[in-house]
C-alpha cells in the first residue's frame, strides 16, 4: 500500500534512505556521502506539502518517494526501498504513484537524476520507460538542480544523468 507520509515518520523514512544507500558500498560513487539523509526540515516542509509517500507492508513503512512541482515539470527527488525488501516491484510502484501525482497536477513529463550505470538506476528507469535527457536541453531548473547535486550533495555528476518520463496528461 502507498499513502502520504506523515511527520511522525521522519525518523522511519531517514532509516530506510540510510539503510537503501548501502547498496552503493563499494561502488566508489557516493561512499564520502553514505551518512548522508534527508533533513528533517526538508522532509517534514515536503511532507506538508503532500509530496512524500510511504510504500507500507502490514502497516509499516518499507520505501519512500518525495518529489517536487518544478517549473515545467515533475520531479522524484528521492526514492529508497529496504534493502530486505527489494526487487519484489516496490520502488517500480512508487515511480508509477508519482507518476500519477504528477500528472493529476497536470505535468507532460516526470524527471529525475541518477546514475546511468548502476543497474538499479538508470537501467532500471529505463526499463520504466524513462530515457536520458541531452545536456542541450536542460532547463534553468534542471542546471540548478545539478548545481545542488555537485556543490551540496557532493555527488559525482560525470557518472549521473537526468531521465525523463512523458506522461499522458490526457489518462489522468
Ligand atoms: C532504486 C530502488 C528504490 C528500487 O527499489 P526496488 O523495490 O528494488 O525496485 P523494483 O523491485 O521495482 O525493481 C528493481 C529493479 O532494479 C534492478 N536491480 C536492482 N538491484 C539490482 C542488482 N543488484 N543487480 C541488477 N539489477 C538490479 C533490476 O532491474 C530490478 O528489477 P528485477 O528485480 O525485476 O530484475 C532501490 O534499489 C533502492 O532503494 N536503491 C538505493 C537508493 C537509490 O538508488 N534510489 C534511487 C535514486 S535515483
Redesign the pocket.
Known sequence: MIRLARPDEVATIQR??AE??K??WGLGLIDHALGDVTPAEDLLAAIADDRVWVLTVDDVPV?Y?AATAEDGFGY?Q??????E???????????EHVCRWARGIGYDSLL????RN????G???E??GFEPVERSEWTPAMAHICRHEKDEMRLPWDARAFYRKRLDVSSS
Not at 118 to 121: I, L, Q
Open positions: 530506510i534512505e537503501a544507500a547498496r552503493f520505501g518517494a522524484l528521492e526514492m529508497d526501498v529496504l534493502p525488501f527489494g526487487r519484489r516491484g516496490f520502488g517500480r510502484q512508487l515511480v529525475l537524476t541518477t546514475f548502476v543497474p538499479w538506476n537501467p532500471f528507469y526499463r520504466l
